[in-house]
């Protein structure tokens, strides 16, 4: 499975987002999941939940949970139009488990022209949708239609990253869960195998110390609490 775009429970989702985008509370949105490039990169399913012709798409995550929408962090490394008739930006976002590829063409202007006129690297906010396609080879690729793409400060980005580690472990602790039949989906679709989700977290949340150490208060909590949930589902 390829993890580049080949052309193409979080309820406050959208909330710390804000300064990006109007709340789900005002819009009727579906709220913005943070999940780690890592795990979504991994998340090629995709299905609607009826058979109306305008249900939401969703992607599955397989940690067990639904995304219509993500919302990530990350630096801005590298942007380029690969569009032929008409402009077409890429964007390569990159968090500390991997890279996202943002897609923008004439159907979102705002972004499209962000990814034009900024300069890289630069820690950006992003709020899109997934999107997946599969290749001539038979793989599928993903990547991210964005909403809006906002500059941001270095400390939005390191929030980021401890408010997605979070997220990510509160889905992991809630996989075995009976009830919890986005989990049985991803057993299905991906084998169940969760544990490099886990490390990836506790990961991202290392490279917030070696950054920047020592570890404010906040990071090194939560780090903290990851470590003891390790041997958690």
């Known amino acids: 499975m390829s993890a580049n775009g080949n052309g193409a429970g979080d309820d406050d989702g959208d909330r710390d987002g804000?300064?990006?985008?109007?709340?789900?509370?005002?819009?009727?949105?579906?709220v913005a999941r943070r999940v780690f490039a890592q795990e979504f990169n991994d998340a090629t399913y995709l299905f609607k939940e009826s058979?109306?012709?305008?249900?939401?798409?969703?992607t599955l995550l397989p940690t067990g949970e639904r995304a219509n929408r993500l919302f990530f962090v990350g630096t801005l490394t590298e942007t380029e139009d690969v569009g032929s008739d008409s402009e077409y930006w890429q964007g390569r976002v990159v968090d500390p488990t991997g890279t996202f590829y943002v897609y923008a063409g004439q159907y979102q202007p705002e972004a499209a022209n962000t990814l034009r006129k900024i300069e890289t690297p630069a820690y950006v906010a992003v709020v899109g949708k997934p999107r997946s396609y599969e290749t001539d080879e038979?793989?599928?690729?993903?990547?991210?239609?964005?909403?809006?793409?906002?500059?941001?400060?270095?400390?939005?980005?390191?929030?980021?990253v401890v408010d997605a580690a979070e997220k990510t472990i509160e889905r992991l602790q809630g996989f075995d869960a009976e009830t919890n039949d986005y989990a049985q989906m991803a057993r299905e679709e991906y084998g169940g195998s969760i544990s490099a989700y886990r490390e990836g977290a506790i990961a991202a949340l290392e490279s917030l110390d070696t950054a920047d150490e020592p570890a404010d208060e906040d990071t090194g909590e939560s780090e903290a609490s990851l470590g003891t949930e390790a041997d958690q589902p």
Do not use: C, H, K, M
């Open 138 to 160: 038979g793989d599928t690729n993903v990547a991210v239609r964005p909403e809006s793409i906002n500059r941001v400060e270095e400390t939005i980005r390191d929030r980021w």
């Open 51 to 58: 058979d109306d012709e305008l249900a939401p798409n969703y």
């Open 18 to 30: 804000s300064s990006f985008g109007s709340s789900t509370a005002q819009t009727g949105r579906e």
